[in-house]
């Protein structure tokens, strides 16, 4: 077993030694860029996703400097090097990207163009007071697919990153920038999350944890799929888990912009933390059909808000002002007003995550869900 790393013992140390600050964390996400080997149109798409979203966070003063991927990275390996440039590009904004696995993910990638290639490269830009995370674990294992076999078939080749085969399951801290005490802890899964591999991590992250088990767990992976179901479920029925990120995509070709049928195809899980609430489970769809989010983790309320956006439908993303999280999203609302399909209710999604039986579908209702077709 890899030997706990100096950082995340620090970082443990801080917690016994402080009172646990009850802090409302903000971050944006994505899932699925998926690039192609050549700029289609849906690499386009992915590409401008990431960079305009990595530049409101940058503009966002009291932001978590981080743009979590919800796996596929690739439409194949041939999308490998498209994928690097806009890492690359998207980390220039100062805006750490923890991107994880998908299915289609299939050979090795540039070390210097993931985070979960090398632990040096994940801890590049780490800083809890600074920029708001901070690397606590990290652990190699081999990957599988979703039936748990190391070299299976996908589309016609092997395997996801079966050519690889050894990858960084990770987890990061969060703060408040300023502070110096986490609030919560993200944890990239990859991407079955009902593998082998992601219950032996969930495993081993709780009895790291066991020092402060009251911190609320955000998973962040490619899909809800796997042989080990009953495993994880039990595993996280143990766990303070407050919101699980997915990047599974949706078709949006067949979905209206607005409605209920949005909702429960996006929050669809009956999964159950420790509290015996259900979990906020929220299906990130696709950049490459320009789709990212936005949340509002409230450690204090025990509740966590969400908003689901088009990124053209937000107009020049180089002018909006640097603000706070509020002001931010207040500017973006302001410019969708106008919007032809939009419901006059524009406020974001919430939904408790602790000693609640409500599931966050019910809850959301009373919130937006934004507009989902591409252009």
């Known amino acids: 077993m890899k030997r706990i790393a100096p950082m995340y013992l620090l970082i443990f140390c801080c917690v016994l030694s402080h009172s646990i600050v009850a802090e409302t964390l903000h971050f944006f996400a994505v899932g699925t860029p998926?690039?192609?080997?050549?700029?289609?149109?849906?690499?386009?798409?992915?590409?401008?996703?990431?960079?305009?979203?990595?530049?409101?966070?940058?503009?966002?003063?009291?932001?978590n400097k981080i743009l979590?991927?919800?796996g596929n990275l690739t439409f194949d390996h041939r999308g490998m090097a498209r994928y690097a440039t806009t890492q690359r590009k998207t980390q220039e904004h100062g805006v750490k990207v923890l991107d994880g696995l998908g299915?289609?993910?299939?050979?090795?990638?540039?070390?210097?163009?993931?985070?979960f290639g090398s632990e040096q490269v994940l801890?590049?830009?780490?800083?809890?007071?600074?920029?708001?995370?901070?690397?606590?674990?990290?652990?190699?294992?081999?990957?599988?697919?979703?039936?748990?076999?190391?070299?299976?078939?996908?589309?016609?080749g092997k395997a996801h990153y079966c050519d690889y085969s050894i990858a960084l399951f990770y987890t990061v801290a969060l703060a408040s920038p300023g502070s110096t005490v986490p609030s919560a802890y993200m944890i990239q899964l990859h991407n079955g999350m009902f593998t082998e591999p992601a219950v032996r991590y969930l495993k081993r992250f709780k009895h790291l944890a066991q020092r402060n088990p009251n911190l609320p767990i955000i998973l962040v992976g490619h899909a809800l799929d796997g042989n080990e179901k009953m495993a994880f479920q039990r595993l996280i029925r143990q766990l303070p888990v407050a919101l699980i990120l997915t990047g599974s995509q949706i078709d949006e070709q067949k979905k209206s912009d607005t409605g209920l049928r949005m909702l429960e195809e996006t929050i669809s899980t009956h999964l159950l933390n420790a509290s015996g609430s259900p979990i906020p489970s929220i299906n990130l769809s696709a950049a490459f059909h320009n789709i990212l989010w936005s949340f509002s983790l409230d450690t204090h309320a025990k509740a966590v808000s969400f908003r689901r956006y088009n990124r053209v439908y937000l107009g020049n993303i180089e002018q909006i002002p640097t603000t706070h999280y509020h002001g931010m999203t207040r500017h973006i609302n302001e410019s969708l007003a106008n919007h032809p399909v939009m419901r006059k209710k524009r406020g974001p999604s919430k939904c408790n995550y602790w000693e609640g039986k409500h599931l966050c579908l019910t809850q959301a209702h009373n919130g937006e869900i934004l507009p989902g077709r591409y252009r």
């Open 34 to 63: 998926q690039f192609d080997q050549v700029l289609t149109p849906q690499s386009h798409r992915a590409y401008q996703t990431m960079v305009d979203t990595a530049r409101l966070v940058s503009n966002c003063t009291n932001c």
């Open 68 to 70: 979590p991927i919800a």
């Open 103 to 115: 299915e289609r993910d299939t050979h090795l990638m540039p070390v210097n163009s993931i985070a």
């Open 123 to 156: 801890r590049q830009g780490e800083g809890l007071a600074d920029n708001g995370w901070a690397v606590v674990d990290t652990f190699r294992s081999k990957m599988v697919d979703s039936g748990n076999k190391p070299c299976g078939i996908f589309v016609g």
